[in-house]
Structure formats: C-alpha cells, structure tokens
T-cell receptor
C-alpha cells in the first residue's frame, strides 16, 4: 500500500494565487520530502523536512509537518504558470532505506 | 551535463520480447534505484543497489533483472515482456543508502509501451 497520499488529486488556480497541497502518511518517519515532476520529465527534489521540524521555507515554498496527525502540507505562494506540474510527497519509514511516494497532486496554474 | 541519464527515452516493443534499459550517473553516488510509475502516476520502488550490491528487491517478478556492473551504472533487463509492464521507469541515485533519506536525483524516465 502507498505510504503517502496527496490531496487534492488535482488543483487548478490562477497565476498569482497560492497553491496548497496536502500529504498524509501511515508510519513513523525520519524525513518527509516534496518533489516536482514536469510533464514527461523526472522528479526534482524541492524540499525536505525532518521529523523534529514543524515548518520549513525555501523561496516561495513553505512546508509544514504534523507528526501527530501524520500529515504535511506544501504551500506555493504567488504561483506562476511555470509551477504547473505534479507534486509528490515522499517518506522514508523509520527503519527503511527506501523512499515511498504518494500518488501526487497535479497542479495547473492558469496564466 | 546530465547527472542521471537513462536510455532509451522511449521503448515500444511486442509482448514476449526481451529488452533492457540503461542508467548511468556521474554524481559519484554509491546508491542507485529503479522505480516504476504506472498510468495513475503511482511511483513504486523496484530495486536498489549500493556499491553494486542488491539491497532492495521489492517483490518484482523475476522477469525483471537488474545488473550493476559498477556503482555508476544500474541497468534493468526485462524478459518476456507483458502488457502490464507498460509504464514509465525511472532510475535514481543518492550519495549513500543513509543519504537516500535526504533525497534522490532522478533520471528523466523511460516510457515503455508493450503492444
């Protein structure tokens, strides 16, 4: 079964608006990561948040982590058309050396 | 310079054929992975190798055989291809097994279509 599940599955917003995507997972983790996948391309690592962190920023990205709820959110502020992509969360189980990905949120930013 | 490169980018083949996908990384990483992404975008790990040694084999049919001639290369050979093997296959690498927890570098994928 998938460790992470993103919500919503698809999101369409206007350029300049903020986009929020959520991720839920099932087991205890060391880190949670977010990746972006442009159409027809590989995944690109965006940001990592450790299990003892609650919030992290990187440019227009803000990630939060709530380990009690086993959930994370990715906020993209002031979205641009170039942000159009699929966004995946990935977690590593506490004792595992593999990353387990969610099913992704497809973000469309309309110009 | 491409960090993780896969070839071919597209592969169309008939059922029953045998095919290989190649992956090379020039990052000096010790650990490499194969992931399969299905039509619903689910990404599932298949294999990982660390310094040419198999670490993870995620209950993949034995028609799939990874081969790592050195730590910079991890190839995937698939025998007797089936329709259900159609997917995008991604190669990835990380500094080490432990550093994999900090993130992977992915190739651009190989879209395999079995007809």
């Amino acid at each position: 079964s998938q460790q992470g599940e993103e919500d919503p599955q698809a999101l369409s917003i206007q350029e300049g608006e903020n986009a929020t995507m959520n991720c839920s997972y099932k087991t205890s983790i060391n880190n949670l990561q977010w990746y972006r996948q442009n159409s027809g391309r590989g995944l690109v690592h965006l940001i990592l948040i450790r299990s003892n962190e609650r919030e992290k920023h990187s440019g227009r990205l803000r990630v939060t982590l709530d380990t009690s709820k086993k959930s994370s959110s990715l906020l993209i502020t002031a979205s641009r058309a170039a942000d159009t992509a699929s966004y995946f969360c990935a977690t590593d189980k506490d004792s595992s050396y593999k990353l387990i990905f969610g099913s992704g949120t497809r973000l469309l930013v309309r110009p | 310079d491409t960090a993780v490169s896969q070839t071919p980018k597209y592969l169309v083949t008939q059922m029953g054929n045998d095919k290989s996908i190649k992956c090379e990384q020039n990052l000096g990483h010790d650990t490499m992975y194969w992931y399969k992404q299905d039509s619903k975008k689910f990404l599932k790990i298949m294999f990982s190798y660390n310094n040419k040694e198999l670490i993870i084999n995620e209950t993949v049919p034995n028609r799939f055989s990874p081969k790592s001639p050195d730590k910079a290369h991890l190839n995937l050979h698939i025998n007797s291809l089936e329709l259900g093997d159609s997917a995008v296959y991604f190669c990835a690498s990380s500094h080490s097994l432990l550093q994999g927890r900090n993130g992977y570098t992915f190739g651009s994928g190989t879209r395999l279509t079995v007809v």
